[in-house]
């Protein structure tokens, strides 16, 4: 059933939406947030607008939105994915969210050494397809153990290794050059985030993001903390030391900082407004 906050038109979201804001942020000219669930603001009225809002509707973790129109673009949306993140060169956007991680986002990095997937995607078809394509799956760099959705399939279909912080399960940990784990306990114990050092895009997990109120804060993420906020933000005082530019989360919005200073004034601003400066 639609929900009767939708502007009338092909696309609808349904009842079932868990609010994970993925849609909002892929489509935001077409995706809002009525209440506390999503729904069509806007329909989409160009070509690029449909294909948007079913780029969106593939990576709805809980299938809630819907199309009763024309679904020719939908063929051009399933190949956008994985989607190259504008300026990190060799860093995809995976699609297909996982109710199983909670909605969360996974990411794909294409490298000489063996591309390495960060958190896990819906083991779907399609995507196994295009991701093939890219050349496969070395390593599957899980952030923590709640996103990890069909981790397992990826690994059978690519044969490729899982690395996990120890105490979030008994696989092994690995790094390489190119590659830095950094552990950020907070959110859990073992959590820990991928720094891709030529792109300079760290892949936060669930340790930290941009706030959608205020717009364009990093925030951590307290409401779902299973071990210590303290804890996490001290693990956020960590990266003062890290160069990165992109933050591409497992839940929030991926964006990119200006530069190194801007970089710092938002950890420093996140370090005062959680009272550790
Ligand atoms: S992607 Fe799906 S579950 Fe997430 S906010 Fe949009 S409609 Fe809701």
């Not at 939908?74 to 994985?82: E, I, N």
Request: net charge negative; glycine share 8%.
């Amino acid at each position: 059933m639609p929900r009767p906050e939708n502007v009338q038109g092909e696309f609808y979201v349904d009842h079932t939406c868990i609010d994970c804001d993925t849609c909002r942020w892929i489509a935001p000219d077409f995706y809002g947030r009525v209440g506390s669930q999503s729904a069509m603001t806007a329909q989409p009225q160009t070509d690029e607008d449909r294909i948007l809002s079913f780029q969106a509707l593939l990576s709805c973790p809980t299938y809630s939105i819907h199309s009763t129109g024309d679904k020719s673009e939908l063929k051009t949306a399933v190949d956008r994915y994985p989607e190259p993140v504008k300026g990190a060169e060799g860093v995809y956007y995976c699609g297909y969210n996982s109710e199983k991680s909670y909605g969360g986002s996974a990411w794909l990095v294409v490298r000489e050494g063996g591309n390495v997937m960060i958190d896990s995607p819906r083991f779907d078809p399609k995507l196994v397809k295009r991701v093939k394509a890219l050349g496969g799956v070395k390593y599957i760099f899980l952030t923590h153990r709640d996103d990890v959705a069909d981790h397992d399939s990826w690994a059978a279909e690519f044969g490729a290794e899982r690395i996990i912080h120890a105490s979030e399960c008994n696989s092994q940990q690995g790094t390489e050059c190119d590659l830095e784990i950094i552990h950020t306990p907070g959110h859990t114990f073992g959590h820990c985030v991928l720094l891709h050092k030529p792109s300079q895009a760290l892949f936060s997990g669930d340790h930290l993001a941009f706030s959608r109120e205020p717009p364009g804060q990093l925030r951590i993420f307290k409401d779902y903390n299973w071990y210590s906020v303290p804890k996490q933000v001290e693990s956020v005082r960590k990266l003062l030391d890290y160069d990165f530019l992109y933050v591409l989360p497992g839940h929030g919005r991926p964006r990119r900082m200006r530069d190194a200073a801007h970089r710092l004034q938002l950890i420093h601003d996140l370090l005062k407004h959680e009272g550790a400066l």
